[in-house]
């Protein structure tokens, strides 16, 4: 019978502790996810558990803003990491992947526009026109892209202002033309 490990959660400081073990004293490779949440005062131990690992940590995250700062002359992390950038799913890809999970050949091509960037399919299922079903689910998110949204202006230093989100607003309702955005 086989055993589960129980579940339990655990704070930043625990799980970066137990990550650096892993890479020191077992010599596992850890991956590091949402990395741009991880503040800076804990970058020192990165370092120098990179340093002395004798396996792979990986950092992954989704904003440029943290590359940036990972890379900066003064970052204690600077020089123990290579740069991988790792874009949208590509039409291709997400037309054989829906097409492979049983969706239709035209379901496929019209989803896959909309799930190229995988955050999409933690709150739907593509079936159906994506577009009803998009409406359907429009109330819920909202506040998931706006925050992710907002997320990507606060790490690039900008602000989202009212206008930017009054553009993105006015596109997602079909205007198009530069003229019509700006009235």
């Known amino acids: 019978m086989e ?3 129980s579940k339990r959660s655990i704070g930043l400081r625990e799980c970066l502790f137990m990550a650096t073990q892993g890479l020191r004293k077992r010599g ?9 949440r991880v503040p800076e005062k804990y970058w020192d131990l990165l ?21 940036r700062r990972v890379f900066d002359e003064r970052s204690p992390l600077l020089g123990f990491f290579e740069a991988f950038h790792v874009g949208l799913a590509s039409i291709a890809d997400t037309i054989a992947s829906l097409h ?13 526009i909309i799930v190229r960037d995988p955050w999409v399919l933690l709150h739907i299922r593509p079936r159906s026109e994506p577009w009803k079903l998009l409406a359907e689910r429009a109330a819920g998110l909202v506040p998931a892209a706006r925050g992710l949204i907002g ?7 900008r602000q989202l202002s009212r206008i930017y989100e009054a553009v993105l607003q006015l596109l997602a309702q079909g205007y198009w033309r530069a003229a019509d955005i700006a009235v």
């Open 3 to 5: 055993e589960r490990a």
């Open 28 to 36: 596992e490779s850890i991956v590091i996810d949402e990395f741009q």
């Open 47 to 67: 370092a120098i558990t990179a340093q002395e690992a004798e396996r792979s940590l990986i950092l992954c995250g989704s904003s440029l803003g943290v590359a």
């Open 100 to 112: 492979g999970q049983g969706l239709g050949p035209r379901e496929a091509v019209l989803w896959s």
């Open 151 to 157: 997320e990507v202006f606060s790490e690039e230093d």
